[in-house]
């Protein structure tokens, strides 16, 4: 009986530490993103996006589990040097929860004399949250901050955090 249960405790352990690691590394690649057209000068259009799908069963035994979907496009257009204003789209689903949103933002990004631009973006626009079949919409605020990496002069990588 002592033996059952350290080794039911192993497994959950391993699963804890599987979905952990898991997680941590879907949130390292969820923060990278690939932008397209990522020079900061006036003129210039900014095209880039976060996509996650993730697959999760809790309880082997039982087949129990959910699917988080999320994806997030954006566009921008740099209406002086380093400013850009856009629209960034989100929607996040777990089971029976459904977020969507749109957020009209301003991004800047700081002149540097690298290829490695700092930037923060703010964004005001509209949300809704679904729980089943109860809904919910208004007011949604998102703040943003983190690097964008030229890699040349049509392409770009950003590492950031983002809050909404």
Do not use: H
Not at 136 to 153: C, E, P, Q, R, V
């Amino acid at each position: 009986m002592l033996n059952c249960s350290i080794f039911a405790y192993e497994i959950n352990y391993t699963i804890f530490y599987m979905k952990t690691k898991t997680s941590i590394l879907l949130v390292a690649l969820s923060l990278l993103s690939l932008t397209a057209f990522s020079q900061t000068k006036k003129g210039n259009w900014t095209v880039s996006g976060t996509s996650t799908i993730q697959v999760m069963n809790i309880s082997p035994e039982s087949g129990d589990g959910n699917t988080i979907v999320l994806l997030t496009p954006s566009l921008s257009y740099f209406v002086a040097d380093g400013f850009a204003v856009g629209i960034d789209l989100n929607l996040l689903s777990v089971e029976n929860l459904t977020i969507l949103s749109a957020l009209p933002t301003a991004s800047y990004y700081f002149n540097t004399k690298s290829q490695v631009k700092p930037f923060v973006q703010l964004g005001v626009g509209y949300g809704n949250v679904k729980v089943g079949e109860t809904s919910t919409g208004g007011l949604t605020l998102s703040g943003a901050g983190g690097i964008t990496y030229l890699i040349n002069n049509k392409v770009g990588l950003n590492l950031g955090l983002r809050y909404m």
